[in-house]
């Protein structure tokens, strides 16, 4: 279903060879996956990655670039972040690029945020003018405050809604301490896929206050998918993309559980 992804993060163990790479692919093929999101490992290039995910007919929907990789500060470093760009969304055929979170560094006030924003809008830029769309993926620290104002709101509110857009995580969201289906409608107009995973609390065995909580399946925990896929629709959310971080049993049985019962919600709540 071309509604669905999955983020490779989620398979990470089970790619640290090419012969690794070529089994996992064809298990998550027999799952019914065709896109994902994934960074080419060390041992192939963008452009062999693209050939064999279309042995398994499958296809990249984006190319990662960190903005260290394509930050520019004059013409020289211009026409070298923008010939990386060019190569990998032509390995990969896509027209997306993914980038990397806040780096440690900016995180600690807001003007750190404000320097970050500025850097997403260079980069969003110079995207936009090669054909292409910018996107962040936040987590849940970005909602640190600042004041009378968050992290999240400073990247949303200072960078260029033409060019710079984001990849929210229903799970991350939750874990902000706000309510998905609500806060999703932050983004409208800013994003077209989101990743999911469900947001499950394990059984006490601390103090009250250190409640634990786990990664688990989409439909497996305690988020409010009927909610969610209602705002989904709402903001125009083109694609559900599986990122499971940790899985406490087998991944692969993991995102086929998350991959049926996106299946089953999707034409559910249609």
């Keep these: 279903m ?25 298990k998550l093929r027999d799952i019914g996956l065709t896109n994902i999101q994934t960074t080419a490992p060390g041992y192939i290039t963008p452009e062999d990655y693209a050939k064999l995910l279309a042995v398994y007919g499958m296809k ?11 930050n520019f500060d004059d013409s020289a470093s211009i026409d070298a972040a923008a010939e990386k760009i060019k190569r ?3 390995a990969y055929r896509c027209s997306v690029v993914r980038t990397n979170s806040i780096p440690q560094e900016l995180r600690a006030d807001a003007d750190g945020y404000k320097k970050y924003a500025e850097i997403l809008n260079r980069e969003g830029k110079m995207c936009r003018e090669l054909g292409c769309k910018y996107i962040y993926h936040f987590h849940a620290f970005e909602f640190v405050t600042f004041g009378y104002t968050r992290g999240i709101d400073i990247l949303l509110n200072d960078t260029d809604p033409t060019c710079v857009f984001f990849q929210p995580d229903v799970f991350w969201l939750t874990n902000a301490g706000t309510e998905p289906s609500v806060s999703l ?23 009250v206050e250190n409640v634990p909580f786990r990664f688990a399946s989409v ?14 629709k709402e903001i125009g959310i083109e694609r559900f993309v599986i990122e499971q971080d940790s899985c406490t049993g087998d991944v692969f049985e993991a ?15 249609k």
Aim: net charge positive.
């Design 2 to 26: 071309d509604k669905i992804g999955l983020q490779m993060y989620t398979v990470r163990d089970h790619m640290k060879t090419l012969d690794d790479l070529k089994v996992t692919l064809g």
């Design 60 to 70: 990249a929907d984006s190319a990662y670039l960190g903005t260290g990789e394509i």
């Design 88 to 90: 990998q969304i032509n």
């Design 185 to 207: 409608k932050m983004f409208a107009g800013r994003c077209f896929w989101i990743h999911v995973k469900d947001y499950a609390i394990k059984q006490l065995t601390g103090v």
């Design 219 to 232: 439909g497996e925990g305690n988020l409010n998918w009927q909610g969610i896929f209602k705002t989904a």
């Design 255 to 269: 995102v086929k559980t998350s991959f049926d019962n996106l299946c089953r919600f999707i034409e559910l709540y």
